[in-house]
């Protein structure tokens, strides 16, 4: 199936390289150049951006605090060889570059680095090696301008694989590390306090000692976890496990996770469901459609099929697949309740057991207090009572 795919794609592209050679008007010939172009590398550029971060790192940024917020496309599709590490290095988003870029190591040495036994794919192995060498650069660019000393540094994602596109863990649990050189004096205390990503800008805040306004930011600083070096000094409040509340939010879901408990439900508008058959057969249709040759993995879904925590698409998009097969039981359901310390996988929905009646009441209250100091609607949360 994936070879047909990539025959396909290579099919796509022959036939608009085609259509490109009978444009006679110079304009109209860089405009198919760009859509060749915006296809065979539709997102992977990472020397263009490790060069841009680059130009923004001068000596005279030792003098005042800078933020620089590298934001890369990996690891992403595409992961074909030829239209990730292996592509023609010339190719932007913009346009062809006379030369191709030399700043990070070539393909073939990406290849060579990324033979290690691991089941993953080389094109996702190599990504990594990829990604591992623009973040050397950066740091090497930081060393040689005087900036490694006095600079703070987080490597972070945006969400999970395992379920991306729902509040499950395998969705909203991402890596957070926070770094400088010599290291903090944590010797070796493992923290058990509780950090969401909003917490980033106040934290880099607190660590560059800028004062700031708390009741501007929705996060809390937690910039006493990596300043700490003894279990001995007590946790903030409101970083502690079992009083903060954790805040989820995606597509039509929204949750809470407070101590060892996590609840979040999945509401739909009402107009959604009274979709028509038809209507719900179209939205279904235009999915597809949207992705020309490369169908979705999960071609079983139907116009019966309900819709996902991330889209309003019968059997949820793209994105919702991997949850969708890791939480068969229950990923679709409309309320959601685990206890996190005994099932950390998430496979026995708690909603219906009476044993966790007022655990499900309380975090019902608690997602209704955050939702009611967000702008917008959801269901019955925000409804007044």
Same mark, same amino acid.
């Given at each position: 199936q994936q070879q047909q795919q990539q025959q396909q794609q290579q099919q796509g592209r022959a036939q608009r390289q085609q259509a490109g050679r009978g444009l006679q008007e110079e304009s109209d010939v860089q405009l198919m150049e760009q859509e060749i172009v915006a296809e065979q590398r539709r997102e992977q550029q990472l020397e263009q951006q490790v060069e841009a971060a680059e130009q923004r790192l001068h000596p005279g940024q030792q003098s005042r605090p800078f933020l620089l917020w590298l934001a890369t496309t990996l690891m992403h599709s595409p992961f074909e060889e030829d239209r990730g590490f292996r592509a023609d290095r010339r190719i932007t988003p913009y346009k062809l570059l006379d030369e191709p870029a030399t700043m990070l190591p070539g393909s073939d040495s990406l290849r060579e680095r990324a033979q290690w036994g691991h089941p993953w794919g080389m094109s996702t192995k190599a990504m990594l090696v990829w990604l591992d060498d623009a973040f050397g650069q950066l740091l090497a660019s930081l060393d040689e301008r005087g900036l490694s000393d006095n600079t703070i540094i987080m490597f972070l994602n945006d969400h999970g694989v395992l379920a991306k596109g729902s509040l499950y863990d395998g969705g909203v649990r991402t890596p957070l590390a926070v770094w400088r050189k010599g290291g903090f004096p944590t010797n070796g205390v493992v923290s058990d306090a509780s950090v969401s990503m909003v917490d980033v800008v106040p934290t880099l805040l607190d660590l560059a000692n800028i004062p700031y306004d708390d009741e501007a930011f929705d996060g809390q600083s937690f910039a006493h976890v990596v300043?700490?070096?003894? +279990?001995?000094?007590?946790?903030?409040?409101?970083?502690?496990?079992?009083?903060?509340?954790?805040?989820?939010?995606?597509?039509?879901?929204?949750?809470?996770?407070?101590?060892?408990?996590?609840?979040?439900?999945?509401?739909?508008?009402?107009?959604?469901?009274?979709?028509?058959?038809?209507?719900?057969?179209?939205?279904?249709?235009?999915?597809?459609?949207?992705?020309?040759?490369?169908?979705?993995?999960?071609?079983?879904?139907?116009?019966?099929?309900?819709?996902?925590?991330?889209?309003?698409?019968?059997?949820?998009?793209?994105?919702?697949?991997?949850?969708?097969?890791?939480?068969?039981?229950?990923?679709?359901?409309?309320?959601?309740?685990?206890? +996190?310390?005994?099932?950390?996988?998430?496979?026995q929905n708690l909603v219906a057991d009476p044993r966790y009646a007022s655990v499900l009441a309380d975090l019902k209250r608690e997602l209704r207090e955050v939702l009611k100091s967000l702008p917008g609607t959801f269901a019955e949360f925000t409804e007044e009572t």
């Open positions: 300043r700490r070096d003894s +279990l001995e000094e007590e946790l903030p409040a409101q970083l502690r496990q079992e009083e903060r509340v954790i805040y989820l939010e995606v597509g039509y879901s929204r949750g809470v996770v407070k101590g060892r408990y996590k609840y979040f439900a999945m509401r739909h508008p009402e107009w959604a469901q009274e979709l028509t058959p038809d209507e719900r057969q179209m939205i279904l249709d235009k999915m597809l459609a949207s992705r020309g040759n490369m169908p979705p993995p999960r071609m079983h879904a139907t116009r019966e099929s309900p819709f996902g925590n991330m889209c309003l698409v019968p059997g949820g998009c793209d994105a919702e697949y991997e949850g969708t097969q890791s939480h068969v039981q229950d990923y679709f359901a409309p309320d959601h309740l685990y206890d +996190l310390s005994l099932d950390p996988d998430e496979q």
